[in-house]
Every structure is written in C-alpha cells, then in structure tokens.
C-alpha cells in the first residue's frame, strides 16, 4: 500500500510504536481531565462502535489490562471529550483499519471505515496517554496497515498458561496493532481442549508427570474460559485462531487413545522436549473420526475462518512399518511413508473446508506432495527460514512468514551474540524490525502474501514473567515491521520512550536492545 506523507516529529508521534504513516503537529494540548466516572464515559460516538469504545475505555481506566479496573483515573471533564464517527472516505489504497486522529485542545475525533480502524486510533491514543499522562500533544495523525496478517503465537501446550496472563498479553498485542492471536493448544506434552466426544483427551492427555518435581503438570481450557479469551481478542480486534497439531506432536493424543497409533503403544504424555518417532496412524481412519470431532468443536468456540493444523516435525518411521499403513499406500497409489502426509494434510483441509474453514499449515505440508498437492484455499505459515514462504507463493498459495532465521521466533535469546554462524535464529531486534513477508515474492505473487508472525515456543518458558521477558519488546520490533514497513531508522530512539508506557503496564522487559 501507499504511504502516506511523514510530517514533522517535534515530539508529537515520534515515539508511537508502529511509527504512523501521516503525523501531524499542531499547537496545544488536550487535557485528560482527573474524574470519576459520574462524569460520563470517557469515549463516546456512533453506536455501532460501542464494542470498540468500552474495551478502549477499560485500557485507559485499567492500564494493566485484562483484570478489572479500579476506579476511571482519566474520565472526562467538562470540554475534554473523545468521540468516535464514522469515515465514509478513507486515504486511497488505505484499507479497512485504517483510521484518522484528530487532536485539538476541545476533544478528539477518531474516524474510519470500521470498527477495527476505530479501535487502532483509541491504541494511538492510548500510547499518548500513557506517556503523556493527563496530557497530550494536539496533531493530526492517519495511518493503516501493510498487511492483514500480524500475529503473534502463544504455546500453552509445552507449558500452561492462565487465563488471567493471556488477556494481559492479548491487551498489549492490541495496543501495538497485532491482528491475530495464534493458540498452540495441542502437542506431546498437553491436550488443552475438551472434545465431549473424546474426554479422554483432557482426563489423560492435558497432564503430564514432570519427574524432576515429582508431580503432575497441565491443566485444559474449559469451553467457556476458551469464549472468554476468544470474547475479550475480538473486543480488541485480534482473531483467535486455534492450532491443533496433526498427525505428528501427538503424544498426547494417543496415551488418551493409543488404538490411533501404529503400535498400540504404551503411550505416554511426554515430559520430554523434542521429536518423537510414535505419530498417528495413517491407515487407521479412526484418527479422521478424531479430527472431525476435534474439527467440531472448534467452529462452536472460534468465530476464525482459520485453523492451523500443524504438519511439522512429522517422523515416517512407524508408518514404514505398519500393516496398515502399507495398506493405505496402496490404496492412495503412494510409494513412500513419507508421502501419506500430504495425503493427511489433503484430507484433513477438505474437511476443515466443508466446515467453511481455511486450513493452516507449517511449511512441511507443502513436502511429497505431487500426487496429493495442498489445497487451493490452504495457507502455509514458513518458519524454516523463508524458503518455504517463497516456494508456497510459487504454487499460488497464502503465506504467513514466521522464520526462525530472521527474529520470530521468541524462545530463542534475545540478543544479537549469535554463537556461531549456523545460529541465525537468534532473535536480534534488528533482524525483527527489518522483516519483510514479501521480500523475494515476485511481484504478481504478492497479494498472497498475508503478512507476518511471531512464536513463543514454551518448552522453557514455565512462568508468565518469563515469557513476558521474551515476548517484550521484540514483539513492538515485528509489529512495526508488519504495520509501517520495516526498517525506519529512529526505531531504537522511539523504543527507549516506549518502553516506559511498557513498564507502565506491568509487563517485564528484556533491556539489551
């Protein structure tokens, strides 16, 4: 998209973080006057944003986010007003998040298309109130995003985390503009959703018994907790989409059901980290019986038209040596082991598609596929580096680029000292800020490209400070990257003063940036 005209700093916008297209100065400042909430609510407008409003007020009356507010340390006052319209015009090449923020010393206006473009101007806004204070600079800002997709994922399956800690985070994703919230619910070390047709997947498979501390470990996510999260991330504009991970990171799934695997078993949760040889097994279609039952469950609990269905790390071992497994190569023509994935993943997209969903793939999916080729409507999330992202693209299909070479991947040390060469993965801040999901991708292939995301892995993240020490501020870095475009120059100077509103929200930093 275009990119609108910069403007002149002079502190006005200079350290919101993403930087906006189009700022403007002006003289004055408008006053956020001290108040309860007698006075009236804090934002006011068109009705039909009343959605965006209300979560847009709990953040300015409850900087932490997520719990309950206390109080309305900035309710308005007599002339201190901010209203909400409608805009029918927005900037050409500007989408439906974008939006316009007016600020004068009588009030503020916030204007766009829609809702969404709605709530990104009160963030703006929110970022000046935090460092501002009961006051902020008068301006002009317009802005809106690079690309749709900017998401961030959160693995709740190798540790869990509670419900409490996740709307925190999904608080302060929103406030940097992130749009998609990506749930790792399901792996070898936990089963996170309850499946009424399969209880057996929470009773056995969400716990697992950790030997070091001599004691079972994991928890599930009840059916109305998981409308709570999914309820409170579209209050705030950020899509919820579920991972369930399929055929492979299945330890869970088949010490609860060990019929599903090529063995029989014994299965268990794993306490270990890793890869493991024992997946499920591909020519039994009970495993198909699961997923469809699995797949139900999550159009009742996700609004999302996307579901990631995993595809890594697959090991063909077991169905090299399965009886049934060879059975089903001849019946699909296949050859090798290895190719029944594809098969699966073929599978497994057609029903997510009759149920009006768009499967979600690691870039494996897209291996020893000549005979059973990913679906047209399919998407891959390439975290292989990029090569995976450009090789998708190729083949017409959506991308999401979430290399673990380039920064996104959270789990790794957040710092520049790569160890050794072979070591890229290290998740410098530079490497996030200058991400660019569509480098490489021809011009004509472009539009496929959805946009970015970065992942926290949980294997050594076993406390919510932890992972906010991870997460905080290299997530600002890709969220910048995904909204403005990557690179600009005063990012490090922006991200010193940003950082405070961090502290402000209670969330734990690394420092070396």
């Excluded at 003289?27 to 108040?35: M, Q, R, V």
């Excluded at 540790?159 to 749930?183: E, Q």
């Excluded at 309820?231 to 060990?258: K, N, Q, T, W």
């Excluded at 991200?495 to 734990?508: A, V």
Aim: hydrophobic letters at 35%.
């Amino acid at each position: 998209m275009g990119g609108g005209m910069a403007g002149e700093d002079n502190g006005f916008a200079g350290a919101l973080v993403p930087k906006p297209r189009s700022f403007r100065r002006r003289e004055g400042s408008f006053i956020f006057p001290a108040g309860g909430s007698s006075q009236g609510p804090l934002i006011e407008g068109d009705g039909e944003f009343k959605a965006e409003m209300d979560a847009a007020a709990e953040g300015f009356r409850n900087p932490a986010g997520g719990a309950g507010a206390q109080g309305d340390a900035c309710a308005r006052g007599p002339g201190g007003k901010i209203r909400c319209f409608r805009l029918d015009s927005p900037a050409p090449g500007a989408d439906g998040e974008y939006y316009r923020l007016d600020i004068s010393p009588q009030g503020v206006m916030v204007r766009a298309p829609g809702g969404a473009g709605i709530f990104h101007g009160l963030q703006t806004l929110r970022q000046l109130y935090l460092s501002g204070g009961g006051e902020i600079p008068c301006g002009e800002i317009e802005d809106w995003p690079a690309f749709p997709w900017r998401g961030f994922m959160l693995d709740c399956s190798r540790n869990f985390f509670s419900i409490p800690f996740i709307k925190k985070i999904i608080d302060a994703l929103a406030l940097h503009h992130i749009s998609v919230f990506h749930w790792h619910l399901t792996d070898d070390q936990g089963w996170r959703i309850p499946v009424p047709r399969y209880p057996l997947l929470t009773e056995i498979g969400s716990r697992r018994f950790d030997n070091r501390r001599g004691r079972y470990l994991g928890g599930f996510y009840s059916h109305d907790e998981i409308r709570e999260v999914v309820a409170f991330a579209a209050a705030r504009h950020l899509e919820v989409v579920p991972e369930i991970d399929l055929p492979g990171h299945a330890s869970a799934i088949l010490a609860a059901y060990p019929g599903l695997g090529c063995t029989g078993g014994p299965y268990r949760v794993e306490d270990r980290f890793g890869i493991f040889e024992d997946v499920l097994c591909a020519g039994n279609d009970g495993i198909f019986d699961l997923a469809a039952s699995v797949f139900d469950t999550l159009g009742e609990l996700f609004p999302s038209k996307y579901v990631h269905i995993g595809g890594d790390e697959v090991r063909f071992n077991r169905w090299n040596g399965c009886p049934k497994c060879r059975k089903r190569l001849e019946e699909t023509g296949l050859s090798e082991g290895r190719e029944l994935q594809s098969w699966i993943t073929v599978r497994l997209a057609q029903m997510l598609k009759d149920r009006g969903k768009t499967a979600v793939g690691w870039d494996e999916v897209l291996e020893d596929s000549s005979r059973y080729p990913l679906p047209e409507n399919a998407a891959v999330m390439s975290w292989r580096g990029v090569k995976g992202g450009v090789e998708a693209a190729r083949r017409g299909r959506a991308v999401i680029m979430s290399p673990n070479t380039e920064g996104c991947y959270l789990d790794y040390k957040p710092c520049d000292d790569a160890e050794e060469p072979g070591q890229l993965g290290v998740s410098a801040m530079s490497r996030l800020h200058n991400l660019d999901p569509a480098a490489g991708i021809p011009e004509e292939a472009r539009h496929l490209i959805l946009g970015g995301q970065a992942n926290l892995w949980s294997e050594l993240i076993y406390a919510g400070k932890i992972a906010e020490y991870m997460i905080f501020p290299r997530i600002c870095a890709l969220a910048e990257a995904l909204w403005t475009g990557p690179g600009a120059e005063d990012f490090p100077r922006r991200l010193e003063e940003h950082q405070k509103r961090l502290d402000k929200l209670g969330l734990l930093q690394y420092r070396g940036v």
